[in-house]
C-alpha cells in the first residue's frame, strides 16, 4: 500500500559520464529478494543531464529477485525513451497483476508525446495478467488504456521532472483491468 513517488537519481559521474539508474527503487543483492505489493511507483526520474545511461526510471534490479504483484507504475522518466522504466540487469523478475503505463515519454513539445519501453534489460523478467503498455507477452497480458481517474499530463521535456500533479492512478469503473489479474490467486 505504499506509494514511492518524486524521487530524482542524479547519477555518479564515472570516468566518461554520469549513468541514473533506478530512481524510485534501486535493488541489488545477489543473496536476497524484494517483494513488492500493492504499490504504486510513479513521477520519478533518472533523468541526469550529460549521461549516457539513465535506465529503470522506476525500478532497477541489478542483481537478486525482485517479485512486484498488483502494483502501478506511471509517469516515470529517462534520459531516452529507449531506457525501460523496469530494467533487469541481472537477477530475476516477477510482475504479475501490475500496469505499467506512460513511462518515459519522448517527442516534440507541443506534438506528439512517443512512450518507450515500459520493461527490459538482459535479465529474466516474467510478465503475467498485468497490462502493459506496448504490448509485453505473457500469459493474462493485456496492452489497453488502464482507465486511471486522471492520466495526469504528458512530459515532453526529457531535461524535466515528470509532472504528476494531477495524476490519480484510481481505475475507473469502465477499466478493463478490473478483475483482469490472475484468477487462480485471485488477486
Known amino acids: ?34 517483494d513488492i505489493r500493492n504499490t504504486v511507483v510513479q ?8 549521461t549516457c545511461e539513465a ?15 498488483n502494483c502501478t507504475v506511471a509517469r516515470n522518466g529517462a534520459q531516452s525513451a529507449n531506457d525501460p522504466a523496469v530494467y533487469n540487469s541481472g537477477g530475476t523478475a516477477t510482475l504479475r497483476n501490475c500496469i ?23 535479465g529474466a523478467t516474467a510478465v503475467t495478467y ?4 506496448g504490448c509485453y507477452v505473457g500469459t493474462g497480458n493485456i496492452c489497453v488504456n488502464p482507465g486511471f481517474s486522471d492520466s495526469g499530463s504528458a512530459n515532453c ?5 515528470p509532472f504528476c500533479g494531477s495524476l490519480n492512478t484510481a481505475l475507473l469503473s469502465t477499466s478493463a483491468c478490473i478483475d483482469a489479474g490472475n484468477p487462480a490467486t485471485g488477486d
Open 1 to 34: 500500500g505504499s506509494v514511492v513517488e518524486g524521487n530524482w537519481t542524479p547519477g555518479t559521474s564515472g570516468s566518461f559520464c554520469g549513468v541514473g539508474r533506478g530512481a524510485g527503487i534501486y535493488f541489488g543483492d545477489p543473496s536476497s529478494s524484494l
Open 43 to 50: 513521477c520519478n526520474s533518472s533523468l541526469v543531464p550529460g
Open 55 to 69: 535506465t529503470g526510471s522506476a525500478v532497477y534490479l541489478y542483481e537478486g529477485s525482485l517479485e512486484m504483484t
Open 100 to 122: 505499467l503505463f506512460w513511462n518515459n515519454p519522448s517527442g516534440p513539445c507541443g506534438g506528439p508525446v512517443v512512450y518507450g519501453a515500459q520493461i527490459g534489460g538482459p
Open 130 to 133: 498485468s497490462d502493459v503498455q
Open 157 to 161: 521535456d526529457p531535461s524535466a521532472m
